[in-house]
């Protein structure tokens, strides 16, 4: 039995299970209308539905603990009443778990077609990017989409052509890869900190183009978002993160070099967006100072861009299990029992 859709249906499911039998009702007339579809059936084992109450509440549980993750006190910022906070967190998540529906639907329509997809998703530190990827690969097969975040070059990588490091993580057929920044760290970061020369700077514009050509010949569907901030956002995120001891590793010297270098860091980004936006794989820009809005257009967008469909699938049906007379269960020794804590 699948489990409930919603926190609604969830509910009703466990009031439902934890609510005594109704008595036995009288014979129905033929006038009198039928039990809806909904209702739940008086023979249903309640502690089924308990279970299934139990595990949908864990689903939404863990997005709840994304949330926590990401507080930054945006909603104490928000001009608007608490009770417009309270009904757009309420379409948020009923928005988001529809989309993130659509996003299982598109991976089982890349599974079976074959496809290939890139998502680059670049911006400034603090953007978001990070938010967006954990709600887009959340509930995805691990297998079939994966992100590629890779640290600095080593010193053998320097010296290798620039794209080659990426192209070790471009998908096979079947599968999508999610770029937390992207070889466009020669325009930006590489460019604004003086790790790249001017040459290999010109350079890396007059290769992206072919390079991107080349993958979309081969079959690879690419799409490059940027997720817009403003200069006072920024600011509030990093303060945020230095205050708070479980956020502290996001903040790296380079991070911090970068809020000085504000300026530097627009006109790298200006540069790169007029240069590399192509007609095969143009830049989208998300605006990113409120994360849930970016974090739904984000998602809402990537969906209108691949042209996938709702793939037919075979009815599942779980096997009864084999019992063997000589099977034994032994007890588990309790020295090697993690404790039971909580």
């Not at 039928?34 to 939404?60: I, N, Q, T, W, Y």
């Not at 994966?146 to 080593?154: H, I, K, N, S």
């Not at 991070?255 to 000085?260: G, I, M, P």
């Not at 861009?305 to 793939?311: A, I, M, R, S």
Request: hydrophobic fraction near 35%; charged fraction near 30%.
């Amino acid at each position: 039995m699948p489990a409930p859709k919603s926190r609604k249906s969830a509910a009703k499911a466990a009031k439902a299970a934890t609510s005594p039998p109704p008595a036995p009702a009288p014979a129905r007339s033929r006038k009198e209308p039928k039990a809806a579809a909904g209702d739940v059936h008086p023979e249903v084992d309640s502690a089924l539905f308990a279970r299934l109450h139990a595990e949908a509440m864990d689903s939404f549980d863990e997005e709840l603990e994304m949330e926590m993750d990401d507080a930054d006190g945006a909603d104490e910022r928000n001009p608007g009443s608490a009770d417009e906070t309270a009904a757009f967190r309420r379409v948020y998540f009923r928005e988001l778990l529809r989309l993130q529906g659509e996003l299982v639907k598109l991976q089982e329509w890349v599974v079976r077609s074959k496809h290939k997809l890139v998502i680059i998703f670049e911006g400034r530190d603090a953007a978001g990017k990070g938010g967006v990827i954990k709600r887009i690969s959340q509930r995805l097969n691990p297998r079939v989409c994966r992100v590629a975040a890779l640290p600095a070059p080593t010193e053998r990588e320097r010296t290798q052509w620039y794209f080659q490091r990426y192209a070790a993580h471009l998908p096979a057929a079947g599968e999508i890869v999610l770029f937390d920044r992207s070889w466009y760290n020669r325009a930006g970061v590489e460019r604004v900190m003086g790790f790249c020369t001017d040459d290999e700077y010109e350079e890396f514009f007059r290769s992206v183009p072919e390079f991107e050509k080349m993958l979309i010949r081969s079959g690879i569907q690419v799409l490059k978002y940027w997720f817009s901030i403003t200069d006072e956002e920024q600011e509030f995120r990093f303060t945020c993160r230095i205050h708070d001891h479980l956020k502290q590793w996001k903040l790296s010297p380079m991070d911090l070099e970068s809020r000085r270098r504000w300026e530097d860091y627009t006109k790298a980004k200006e540069i790169m967006l007029e240069r590399t936006s192509l007609p095969e794989t143009p830049w989208w820009v998300v605006p990113a100072v409120d994360k849930k809005k970016a974090r739904l257009n984000c998602i809402h967008h990537l969906l209108s861009q691949v042209p996938y469909e709702e793939v037919d699938k075979e009815t599942i049906a779980l096997p009864p299990r084999k019992r063997n007379k000589d099977y034994h269960r032994h007890a588990v020794p309790q020295e090697i029992v993690v404790p039971q804590v909580y």
